[in-house]
């Protein structure tokens, strides 16, 4: 059976797991883009997400490193800067201008994908007053995001005690991305860890005066947050 994920869709899951966000990552982003982990993230079948890379490959656009991990070649990578900037501008024509809920967004994004071409895309960014992120918190622009990411820890990351602003939300699961925002725990929204206990698979956060959130390690790992200094 074919493959429903595109080209791009799988450039943009290789480019996010090749950009570690934090110094050291328990699960999520960082891993290294292994078929598995590709796989994983789509939801497809490690046989599928094989195949895919196998043509990327013969492509030009990854390269197998030492424990065939999916790197990305310098074509490669540009293509999937260009897809993941596309996506988080079509993302905020969809919330801006057409009134659609951030959770809405990104899959209807995913769906416009190969909708407008590139000159459309600069001209949605202009129109739009060239947003800097996407309602998710991604910056537009890749070079921002790259230098951004050594700043941010996935919350699954703090100690308990720890003060921190939501800065992104992960994007791939699309149920998890409804229940951040049904929890609020959204971009801009600072929080203390009042508990964690990833052994539990169980962290506890509080949002300054509107209450207590208990979150699994699976989405506290989907929560790009900036610790506050002390
Ligand atoms: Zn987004």
Same mark, same amino acid.
């Given at each position: 059976m074919a493959d429903r994920h595109s080209i791009d869709e799988y450039l943009e899951t290789i480019y996010f797991l090749a950009f570690p966000i934090?110094? @050291? $990552?328990?699960?999520?982003?960082?891993? %290294? %883009?292994l078929a598995s982990r590709v796989a994983e993230m789509l939801g497809v079948s490690r046989a599928s997400a094989g195949e895919m890379l196998k043509r990327l490959e013969a492509e030009g656009l990854i390269e197998r490193g030492a424990k065939k991990e999916a790197l990305l070649t310098a074509t490669g990578r540009a293509r999937a800067e260009r897809v993941v900037r596309k996506h988080r501008l079509i993302e905020r024509l969809l919330t801006? /201008?057409?009134? @659609?809920t951030g959770a809405e967004a990104h899959v209807h994004a995913d769906e416009l994908g190969? $909708? /407008?071409s590139d000159e459309m895309i600069d001209r949605i960014d202009v129109k739009l007053g060239?947003?800097?992120?996407? %309602?998710?918190?991604?910056?537009?622009d890749p070079d921002v995001e790259q230098a951004e990411n050594a700043e941010l820890a996935p919350l699954a990351a703090l100690a308990a005690g720890t003060s921190a602003t939501i800065v992104r939300l992960a994007e791939h699961d699309g149920e998890l991305l409804h229940w951040f925002y049904a929890n609020g725990l959204v971009p801009g929204q600072e929080l203390v860890v009042t508990a964690a206990e990833p052994a539990a698979d169980q962290f506890t956060v509080t949002l300054g005066t509107d209450g207590e959130r208990a979150i699994s390690e699976k989405a506290a790992a989907g929560l790009f947050v900036r610790p506050s200094s002390a």
């Open positions: 934090g110094e @050291y $990552t328990p699960k999520g982003a960082g891993s %290294p %883009p801006d /201008f057409m009134g @659609y190969d $909708t /407008f060239h947003p800097e992120r996407c %309602p998710h918190g991604w910056p537009v």
